[in-house]
């Protein structure tokens, strides 16, 4: 009888679903794999989108056509791209760019290929190249630098430097820069 019952202990025990294990490894490091490319594509009612939360509070989201990210470089490269910056949970500035860049480390952005950033009120700072710096929340714009405001007063540079909301721009430039209404 004794037998039986230690049996009948041991075939349950082997039915009893066996509970998880700790198990410790030791974190991943930038030489240690495995390394992945993941790949996405968006339609135009449902983009790729990622949002950027500092603060609790939404800085910026950005919708694009597809996405290829590396997890060895620790960045995404988004194609044909819409880029919204919020302040107080309002939108204030709106960026397009054929490619963007977003880093996840600083979650700086590069944009590139023909950049138009644009606010609610007319503003619009226009360059072939644009970075975003997550620290200084400001945008720098390198490459056939044009600034315009609603009323159509032209500033054209090589390189500016400028707040979210396009009402500080330092405009940078070889010759002379241009102040013209078209």
Not at 84 to 100: D, E, I, Q, S, W
Request: neutral net charge.
């Amino acid at each position: 009888m004794r037998w039986l019952a230690i049996a009948i202990v041991l075939a349950c025990a082997a039915c009893a679903k066996p509970q998880p294990q700790a198990v410790t490894s030791p974190p991943p490091s930038p030489g240690n794999g495995p390394f992945y490319h993941i790949s996405a594509q968006g339609t135009k009612q449902h983009p790729v989108t990622i949002t950027n939360i500092s603060h609790g509070e939404r800085e910026y989201t950005l919708e694009a056509a597809t996405v290829v990210y590396s997890t060895t470089l620790a960045q995404g490269t988004f194609h044909d791209n819409l880029l919204h910056f919020f302040k107080g949970g309002k939108p204030r500035l709106t960026v397009t760019a054929p490619v963007a860049t977003v880093d996840e480390n600083t979650h700086n952005v590069a944009l590139s290929g023909g950049v138009i950033a644009r606010t609610a009120a007319g503003d619009t700072l226009a360059s072939d190249r644009m970075t975003y710096d997550e620290k200084t929340r400001l945008l720098t714009a390198v490459g056939n630098v044009v600034a315009t405001d609603p009323s159509g007063y032209k500033l054209t540079g090589t390189r500016a430097i400028a707040d979210l909301d396009l009402q500080q721009i330092q405009l940078f430039g070889n010759g002379p820069q241009e102040a013209r209404k078209p």
